[in-house]
């Protein structure tokens, strides 16, 4: 089965970028709809973009206009870049896949694939 893995994550002053990727093992990348959440300290975790493999996609509205998800089928990579950061975007940022039937697709508990998070920090 697929692997997910993030990077990307680090500490940014407010008003920059970041761009995290998500690396993918196997061939059954574009099989999945795949998303970003992220989750700051006390709170859930929370939705921020999510991509389908017709390549539609959906930013929440606190991301959108500085987000962007996109996929890199042919580097089996995910990718989330970042700009103009605002502080409230601290948090744990996490790559996830659904490879089985779900209820929905906007919460964490639609998807049952996660890498391990990257750490996102932005200063102001």
């Known amino acids: 089965q697929v692997q997910l893995v993030e990077s990307g994550g680090g500490l940014v002053q407010a008003g920059g970028s970041l761009k995290l990727s998500c690396s993918t093992s196997?061939?059954?990348?574009?099989?999945?709809?795949m998303g970003w959440f992220r989750q700051a300290p006390g709170k859930e975790r929370e939705l921020a973009a999510i991509?389908?493999?017709?390549?539609?996609?959906y930013h929440v509205d606190s991301v959108k206009g500085r987000f962007t998800i996109s996929r890199d089928n042919a580097k089996n990579t995910l990718y989330l870049q970042m700009n103009n950061l605002k502080p409230e975007d601290t948090a744990v940022y996490y790559c996830a896949a659904n490879t089985r039937p779900s209820a929905g697709w906007s919460t964490s508990r639609d998807y049952d694939l996660w890498g391990q998070g990257t750490q996102v920090t932005v200063s102001s």
């Open positions: 991509r389908w493999n017709n390549g539609n996609t």
């Open positions: 196997g061939r059954t990348f574009s099989n999945y709809r």
